[in-house]
């Protein structure tokens, strides 16, 4: 007999009946409020396009490297989940993957993807290997419905605004499809110059080439560099985007004079890969222009660093980016930063913010430096720590230091569309219950704690990327 899938109405709330209460009453005055979503990675194409999504396989697992890096680590295949290209029986993923769903216990995946199965798809019973078929066929069914394309889930989900993240390489043809299409879903995009700004991306002289057809300019001279990021951000801007995104390896800044910037262009450009320490000056001369465009752009920017990407290398020689094998470092913001935020950081106009994966910076780093500059604000738990226990680290570290009105709310930051709505409502779980401790232990009223659930539900994020 199946196992039933039941989500507990109180799920994720504090254990002490006196504090759950509390938790409840805040939560239920944000649960249904609209989502928005600043910062992810899903696809335009689907809102632009509004075609059905292919299968279970493609929508729940492909895209996901939060699933398939843990099938991964326990012996999987990708090539027989569908990554990488190859062709793949969706189905017999699909069993792959349920007869492996016990490896998720515990983790946010299984929280995300049990509301999914059980509040999108109306599934009653737990996925497993005798209910893998149940299952596929259930959401299969769902899929071909009007009702389960990418524009009436959007709606569904009372999604007030949703960002996505280009290169700007990317034409942006889908956002302008969208656009056009007189459908009022709010979809934008999101700046992110890495493939043009990091000598080390794959292709980097090949991708200024390619920017050089795009904006008419010479990208290979410094100053028609600058002005082709310049009319890309532009464009952006025209597309919607009220934000950058940086996801450099590390959060170092620099200032150059203009004469040290172009002989380092040069040097990034010319025929010899240059050395590890120059290409990261690079970078961290990058990151600090890149301020200097948004203080007159304002685009919002974030900071996105501390992640070793593509670890492993024969994966990301078979497979390319993106592929789950992302490892976080120690990452150092007060001496990195402090170039950058002596040209900006004391600007109230002008918004920079910060994520990291090093959990280690957070009372010692980011809390002191944003209670501090007008110009920081502090991004949610991000990736690794956009868990339970990961958001509830998060505020206690964070909270007594920058307090709450220098953060910017929740943040998904997701490829997986389905899951946007569970990822918002187990943040607002978490905030709910951290609130109610503070009101049980009488350092806030409840009038306040409720103010408050709506500012990190709503109005920060609304504030903070200018939506």
């Known amino acids: 007999m199946a196992t039933p899938l ?3 109405p109180d799920r994720l709330f504090p254990v002490d009946p006196g504090v759950r209460a509390i938790a409840r009453r805040l939560y239920e005055a944000v649960a249904t409020l609209p989502i928005v ?4 990675h899903t696809d335009p194409a689907w ?3 509004d075609a059905p999504f292919a299968d279970p396989t493609a929508l729940l697992i492909t895209p996901d490297h939060y699933v398939f890096r843990m099938l991964y680590s326990q012996g999987v295949r990708l090539e027989d989940l569908g990554i990488g290209g190859a062709p793949v029986d969706s189905r017999a993923a ?4 349920a007869r492996h769903y016990p490896l998720f216990r515990g983790t946010p995946s299984r929280l995300w993807l049990d509301w999914v199965f059980s509040e999108v798809f109306g599934l009653a019973v737990r996925l497993e290997p005798d209910t893998a078929d149940l299952y596929y066929d259930r959401i299969a069914e769902r899929l071909a419905e009007p009702a389960f394309h990418p524009r009436a889930l959007f709606d569904r989900f009372n999604i007030a605004a949703l960002a996505t993240t280009e290169s700007p390489l990317d034409p942006l043809a889908h956002h302008a499809k969208i656009r056009a299409s007189g459908w009022p879903g709010r979809v934008i995009t999101t700046f992110r110059p890495d493939p043009v ?3 080390d991306y794959e292709g980097f002289t090949a991708n ?3 920017l050089s057809e795009m904006t008419g300019e010479d990208c290979l001279s410094y100053p028609g560099y600058l002005a082709a990021l310049r009319q890309r951000r532009a464009a952006f801007i025209a597309a919607g985007a009220t934000a950058s995104d940086h996801g450099h390896p590390t959060a170092a800044t620099a200032v150059l004079t203009p004469q040290e910037a172009e002989a380092l262009f040069a040097e990034v450009t010319g025929a010899t890969p240059p050395a590890p320490e120059r290409a990261e000056l690079f970078r961290a001369h990058m990151l600090t222009v890149m301020a200097d465009m948004s203080r007159d752009d304002r685009l919002v920017m974030q900071i996105h660093p501390g992640s070793f990407r593509n670890h492993n290398s024969a994966l990301f020689a078979r497979f390319g980016r993106d592929k789950g094998a992302d490892i976080p470092t120690r990452t150092d913001f007060v001496g990195a930063l402090r170039p950058l935020l002596d040209r900006h950081g004391n600007d109230p106009a002008q918004t920079i913010i910060l994520f990291t994966l090093d959990e280690t910076t957070y009372a010692r780093e980011l809390a002191p430096l944003a209670g501090h500059y007008p110009a920081l604000r502090l991004g949610p738990a991000w990736w690794f720590h956009d868990s339970p226990d990961g958001m509830r680290r998060f505020r206690r570290q964070m909270t007594e230091t920058a307090g709450f009105y220098n953060l910017v709310g929740f943040n998904d930051d997701t490829r997986a569309f389905l899951s946007i709505p569970a990822r918002h409502d187990v943040a607002r779980r978490i905030d709910c219950g951290f ?3 503070l009101v049980a232990e009488h350092q806030i009223d409840e009038g306040e704690a409720a103010e408050l ?3 990190l539900t709503s109005t920060l994020v609304t504030s903070a990327y200018r939506l």
């Open 6 to 8: 039941v989500l507990h």
């Open 453 to 455: 659930a709506l500012a």
């Open 37 to 40: 979503s600043p910062h992810g």
């Open 197 to 199: 700004v990091d000598p």
């Open 435 to 437: 609130l109610a401790e």
């Open 47 to 49: 809102f632009a396009d």
């Open 94 to 97: 699909w069993h792959i993957f």
């Open 208 to 210: 200024l080439a390619r």
